[in-house]
């Protein structure tokens, strides 16, 4: 029923066939029994890495496709309608915010010792920004980095890492100058089994609870200078520059997601048997689809745009904002009004729907919240 407006061409649906064939056979017959132990085993980045998951942005020399971004588009939208917000989660984590980083601001030196690697799931990738004390106010982040000599030495804490208790690397947000605001961040490549970071603990979590998301401690890590991406201090630009495409990611995890939904809602009205006839024949049964299905084709709309405007190279700063608010948002309507179909058998562990309801609720609070959606719409609007 959807359409891309010319958006995605042969190649992309093939490769869209291939990912919803690797979903439907490799990772749904297994996410209930994920969700449960809450991780997914190691093997399935293998498995990514062996189908070229990994590297679809990322130049040839450090062992990616260089397929471009309309194809990892359509492998985050397909990989959304696992059942598993978790699953998709610390997938999509390893080719998005933890690389993108390293792809972008990296030196040559540092791609082929972090980016190569994680592209060959040979080492798993994690972003750390968020702290106990400062989310959305990447400017008030308290981690320090202080130069000494040919290293730094970091200290704070991070929470809600996806991926941190597994990482091999975290892309690490620290400030470099505290006296400079913004201005004084600067991200460094923090390495598991350097002294003093640790995982405190694994977090348990409402929704995405097969992917392992961690809170981290660092006292006085020594990170080599090195390990720095970019010029110090261009840490606040390089976390805004990574921002755009991670929340178009998140729109299209919501569009995917809320698709899956809809078509679950569909087979189950048609199948559910009330008063003699299946519910589907019932009126209120079908408008309710039909606007599902209104609501969901909007959001994906408006998500194709702003990906076709980064695709192009655009400035989609407004764009971005406005899909990601509008499809995450979007998602938890459609997780909201597919449990109430299904009626009191929603809420049993064996239906994916119960997961994506659990799983679409962090959409609008990951990646900058809504309401921080809405205020950069404003400012662009000269509000």
């Not at 690797?22 to 996410?31: A, D, M, N, S």
Request: net charge neutral.
């Amino acid at each position: 029923m959807s359409s891309g407006f010319g958006l995605f061409k042969e190649e992309h649906e093939a490769f869209r066939s291939t990912v919803r064939q690797f979903v439907e056979r490799e990772v749904k017959p297994h996410v209930g029994r994920w969700e449960e132990a809450e991780e997914f085993p190691l093997s399935l980045y293998q498995r990514c890495a062996e189908l070229g998951f990994f590297g679809l942005r990322y130049p040839t020399e450090y062992g990616g496709t260089d397929a471009g971004a309309l194809f990892e588009a359509v492998l985050i939208e397909e990989l959304a309608k696992c059942g598993s917000g978790g699953v998709a989660a610390g997938l999509g984590a390893q080719f998005t915010i933890s690389t993108g980083p390293l792809w972008r601001y990296g030196n040559d030196e540092q791609k082929k010792r972090f980016l190569a690697p994680a592209i060959r799931a040979e080492k798993i990738g994690a972003l750390g920004i968020t702290e106990p004390g400062a989310g959305s106010d990447v400017a008030g982040l308290s981690t320090t980095a202080k130069r000494d000599g040919d290293f730094y030495v970091v200290n704070g804490a991070k929470t809600y890492i996806t991926n941190g208790v597994r990482a091999d690397f975290v892309v690490l947000a620290v400030k470099t100058d505290a006296s400079k605001g913004h201005k004084g961040l600067s991200l460094l490549i923090v390495e598991k089994g350097m002294k003093g970071f640790s995982v405190a603990k694994k977090l348990k979590k409402l929704g995405w609870r097969a992917s392992d998301t961690a809170e981290l401690v660092l006292e006085d890590v020594r990170v080599p200078v090195a390990n720095r991406l970019g010029d110090e201090g261009a840490g606040f630009y390089q976390i805004m520059g990574n921002f755009e495409w991670e929340r178009i990611s998140m729109a299209l995890g919501a569009i995917g997601a809320a698709d899956d939904m809809l078509q679950t809602a569909i087979a189950y009205a048609r199948d559910r048997k009330a008063f003699g006839k299946s519910i589907a024949e019932f009126q209120v049964t079908r408008h309710k689809l039909a606007d599902m299905a209104i609501d969901l084709e909007a959001a994906r709309q408006l998500t194709y745009h702003a990906l076709r405007l980064h695709d192009a190279g655009e400035y989609a700063l407004g764009q971005t904002a406005m899909a990601k608010k509008v499809a995450t948002e979007m998602c938890c309507r459609i997780a909201d009004q597919s449990l109430q179909l299904h009626g009191g058998a929603g809420y049993m562990m064996e239906f994916d729907i119960q997961r994506h309801w659990r799983d679409a609720r962090l959409g609008p609070i990951g990646g900058g919240t809504s309401e921080i959606m809405t205020e950069i719409v404003a400012k662009q609007m000269g509000l």
